[in-house]
């Protein structure tokens, strides 16, 4: 592990607080699958199945169930089962799922976009399509990972709703609303989330370093912001050691988010 002149562990980088806000979204998950989208998100994943989470189901990106806990880039020394894409869609039906998506674009209620950017009649930039996302959020819980905070990712209103939001839920009624959650948004300035009367997006937490004045500047809507802020929770010294020595050894977290 990385240390310093004395002896003692480096200081948590901003890569390794967003590592852990992230491993945060899947704590006492139970056997779930989770489908983190993202260095950082796959990092947390693996933490949190290390630690907090075991019975957490992780995959190697295709098509098999890992029976052990990688490196990131590492092929899985076990497997414990085959998950082909009809049985990946019964768990994305059923709820048995937690993906942590990116997002284009996303607005105060949660409604996500990676589709494209610009009028739908003449966009000027095609992105990833639709994809699942519309599956994913009304059926099983999504949070969202965006590695650089900034107001042309939360906007007022997203080009074109791939993932749905609470506003949209809502106004589509129980057979929407019945499964739709996003526990949260974890970006590279703070972790947010939707627990407000309204469902719009309120700061949850904010990583060292950074003020409230600096996320609002970054967002182009109004956050919701409580009248205490807390620090984003700090990497223990166990985590630090799992992050750096066994789950990301190569330091590509660091990449995703530079210090």
């Not at 290390?50 to 806990?69: C, I, R, W």
């Not at 930039?125 to 107001?151: C, D, F």
């Not at 739709?180 to 939707?194: A, K, Q, S």
Request: proline share 8%; hydrophobic share 40%; net charge neutral.
């Amino acid at each position: 592990m990385s240390r310093t002149e004395t002896g003692a562990a480096a200081p948590a980088s901003r890569a390794e607080y967003c590592v852990v806000a992230c491993a945060e979204a899947w704590r006492d998950a139970g056997e779930i699958l989770a489908s983190p989208m993202g260095t950082v998100p796959a990092v947390g994943a693996r933490l949190a199945k290390l630690t907090f989470s075991p019975d957490l189901l992780l995959t190697d990106g295709e098509a098999l169930l890992m029976g052990d806990t990688p490196a990131i880039g590492a092929r899985p020394g076990s497997v414990e089962g085959w998950l082909p894409f009809r049985q990946h869609l019964t768990l994305t039906a059923t709820g048995r799922r937690h993906v942590m998506m990116g997002a284009s674009q996303l607005d105060r209620h949660g409604n996500q976009n990676i589709s494209c950017i610009g009028d739908w009649a003449r966009p000027t930039r095609q992105l990833l399509g639709v994809r699942g996302a519309p599956v994913n959020t009304l059926n099983n819980p999504t949070s969202y990972w965006v590695p650089k905070h900034s107001a042309r990712v939360f906007v007022e209103h997203v080009d074109m709703v791939s993932g749905v939001g609470y506003d949209r839920a809502a106004a589509a009624g129980p057979s929407a609303t019945r499964y739709h959650r996003i526990p949260g948004v974890i970006t590279d300035l703070g972790v947010f989330d939707f627990e407000t009367p309204d469902r719009t997006m309120r700061i949850r937490s904010l990583h060292p370093g950074i003020g409230v004045d600096q996320v609002t500047a970054a967002t182009g809507f109004a956050l919701s912001v409580p009248d205490d802020v807390p620090l984003t929770r700090e990497p223990t010294e166990a985590e630090l050691r799992l992050i750096r020595e066994v789950i990301d050894p190569k330091g590509l977290r660091e990449r995703e988010v530079p210090a």
